[in-house]
């Protein structure tokens, strides 16, 4: 049973670029969470998406980024024009279920570098 | 708002030395609590967790236990070794949510 996948592993972008980061849940899991972790810092929740929809996006900075979990297909982190504060590690994590004790398996993580 | 606070690190400690690594929490209702590792360039792992107060969630060797009164889930070994060395993230799940939400991160290096 693959575990949650994410790529790529590693994104260099230059400054007002594009980055698109990919996250396939486990495998019968249908809630999908990101996460970012800055140098040094922990991690930060950032959106909460179920197949098709938003559930929770207190987390997420209000412009450049958006997230979407399509009917088919991986769940996509998207963030548009790129800036060096966006330089972090970007962890996807996948449920079976939403309550509170619901284990969160994590994927290894996109890094991104803004240059 | 709901919040996790660990001890400083980095911890350093030799080959079969006793862990403790502090985790107090500010949290309405009853939230769960959680342990994760990560180790260098990888994902978080789950170590261990507990979803109601008095629980004791054990994996490996590591052992937390969930008290209310105290607010606490404070992470313990008896015994730690070199491959123990990583980062660890203690973490709660707010009632009514799944969202997790991370203490700073606790590194522990374990030196033969």
């Known amino acids: 049973n693959a575990g949650v996948m994410q790529n790529p592993r590693h994104l260099v972008r230059r400054r007002g670029q594009e980055a698109r980061l990919r996250c396939s849940p486990m495998?019968?899991?249908?809630?999908v969470y990101w996460y970012r972790q800055l140098p040094e810092e922990g991690l930060k929740f950032m959106v909460y998406?179920?197949?098709?929809?938003?559930?929770?996006e207190s987390g997420m900075p209000k412009e450049r980024f958006s997230a979407e979990f399509p009917k088919e297909g991986p769940s996509i982190l998207r963030i548009q024009q790129v800036v060096r504060g966006d330089s972090a590690a970007y962890f996807c994590?996948?449920?079976?279920?939403?309550?509170?004790?619901?284990?969160?398996?994590f994927g290894p993580g996109t890094r991104l570098l803004v240059l | 708002g709901d919040s996790v606070t660990q001890m400083e690190g980095p911890v350093t400690l030799s080959e079969e030395a006793f862990l403790t690594i502090n985790c107090t929490y500010t949290?309405?209702?009853?939230?769960?609590l959680f342990w994760y590792v990560q180790y260098p360039g990888e994902g978080l792992q789950l170590l261990l967790k507990?979803?109601?107060?008095?629980d004791k969630g054990s994996n490996k060797g590591f052992e937390a236990t969930y008290r209310k009164e105290t607010t606490s889930f404070h992470l313990e070994k008896g015994s730690v070794q070199v491959s123990d060395s990583a980062v660890y993230f203690c973490?709660?799940?707010?009632?009514?949510?799944?969202?997790?939400?991370f203490g700073q991160g606790t590194t522990l290096q374990v030196k033969p």
């Open positions: 973490a709660l799940t707010p009632s009514g949510t799944g969202k997790l939400i």
């Open positions: 994590a996948s449920s079976l279920g939403a309550q509170k004790q619901e284990t969160q398996y």
């Open positions: 507990a979803t109601k107060a008095d």
């Open positions: 495998k019968g899991h249908s809630h």
């Open positions: 949290a309405t209702g009853y939230p769960s």
């Open positions: 998406l179920q197949k098709e929809n938003i559930i929770d």
